[in-house]
């Protein structure tokens, strides 16, 4: 069965470094979206991406933030400058939108995310 | 209460009893989903229900929805130990965003 997958499952980096997230949706899907859950917190909204646009992003989402699809197959987290508030979990997740947006979102397994 | 809580946030149970999982929401929704949580790993989908549908079922999994009452809940019938996960609901109200809820810890013992 298809999934989603990303890379790393663990990063370690200092604070004010840049990380990027990657992940590769499940091929055919049109919407791709990024989660993250502090530990021990609720699943949060960061932003969601259509026809190579930002189509919806939380407040979370500053201009730290940036996302891309630079190919046919990866879609990337970008965060700038990292601080210590940025730990969490990064998931990764996608959907068909054969049905509009009203579909499964089916998620990756997640990059943990320490900044030190 | 924020959109998406569960209760009760923490189920303890036997092998083989059945879990009851409950959520409420406060927007109104196109859809809902539940998910599967194994500690510190990825989301797994187990259901969505339509805002225009009132019940579902998929294998040992029954879901309710009362869009009236802007509330649903998930049944596990007949639990089994690798049941064990904490499980969130997730709305869905015609944004691109899914709202979590803030889970319920199952934890089932053999």
């Known amino acids: 069965e298809p999934e989603v997958t990303q890379t790393p499952s663990h990063q370690v980096t200092q604070m004010g470094q840049e990380v990027i997230l990657r992940c590769v949706p499940i091929?055919?899907?049109?919407?791709f979206y990024w989660y993250r859950q502090i530990l021990g917190q609720k699943v949060e909204f960061l932003v969601s991406f259509y026809n190579n646009e930002i189509s919806e992003k939380s407040e979370i989402f500053d201009d730290q933030f940036s996302v891309e699809r630079p190919d046919g197959s990866n879609f990337t987290l970008k965060i700038r400058s990292t601080k210590l508030e940025d730990s969490a979990m990064y998931f990764c997740a996608s959907n068909s939108g054969t049905s509009g947006r009203a579909e499964t979102q089916y998620f990756g397994p997640g990059t943990r995310l320490l900044v030190l | 209460s924020q959109q998406g809580e569960e209760d009760p946030q923490a189920l303890s149970i036997q092998e083989g009893e059945n879990a009851t999982m409950n959520c409420s929401y406060k927007?109104?929704?196109?859809?809902l989903q539940w998910y599967r949580q194994n500690s510190g790993r990825g989301l797994v989908h187990l259901i969505l229900?339509?805002?225009?549908?009132r019940e579902k079922h998929s294998g040992r999994l029954r879901v309710t929805l009362d869009t009236s009452k802007k509330s649903s809940s998930l049944l596990i019938t007949a639990s089994r130990a690798a049941d064990t996960a904490s499980y969130f609901c997730?709305?869905?109200?015609?944004?691109?965003?899914?709202?979590f809820g803030t889970g319920t810890r199952l934890q089932v013992f053999p």
């Open positions: 927007t109104s929704i196109n859809n």
């Open positions: 229900i339509r805002s225009n549908e």
């Open positions: 997730a709305t869905d109200s015609n944004t691109d965003k899914l709202i």
């Open positions: 091929s055919n899907h049109l919407y």
